[in-house]
Nanobody, 116 residues
Framework: QVQLVESGGGLVQAGGSLRLSCAAS????????MGWYRQAPGKQRELVAR???????NYADSVKGRFTISRDNAKNTVYLQMNSLKPEDTAVYYC??????????WGQGTQVTVSS
């Protein structure tokens, strides 16, 4: 099992920045990719950004050029730097880890609210 703990959410004005962190623990050697998803009220959860164990990244079109996913292997932590935030970025952001055994683990979520 992999445990994930997110932090860094909050309230910010449009145009501002936030950095989310996701610390992984447990069976971390089995993780082959980690990502950030978000879910706004009344909407489905969607992928925001993802990074593989090889360092490859991909982003949702809506955040390209504004968000950056990165990781610190020494700290077993993945980050999501969010710049130029928009009200439509308001959502609960979830960290996800997928493993070589094709299992998926989720964090508890952190609220991001962008005011206009």
């Amino acid at each position: 099992q992999v445990q994930l703990v997110e932090s860094g959410g909050g309230l910010v004005q449009a145009g501002g920045s936030l950095r989310l962190s996701c610390a992984a623990s447990g069976n971390i050697l089995r993780i082959n990719a980690m990502g950030w998803y978000r879910q706004a009220p009344g909407k489905q959860r969607e992928l925001v950004a993802r990074i593989t164990s090889a360092g490859s990244t991909n982003y949702a079109d809506s955040v390209k050029g504004r968000f950056t996913i990165s990781r610190d292997n020494a700290k077993n932590t993945v980050y999501l730097q969010m710049n130029s935030l928009k009200p439509e970025d308001t959502a609960v952001y979830y960290c996800q880890a997928s493993t070589v055994a094709a299992t998926t683990n989720w964090g508890q979520g952190t609220q991001v609210t962008v005011s206009s």
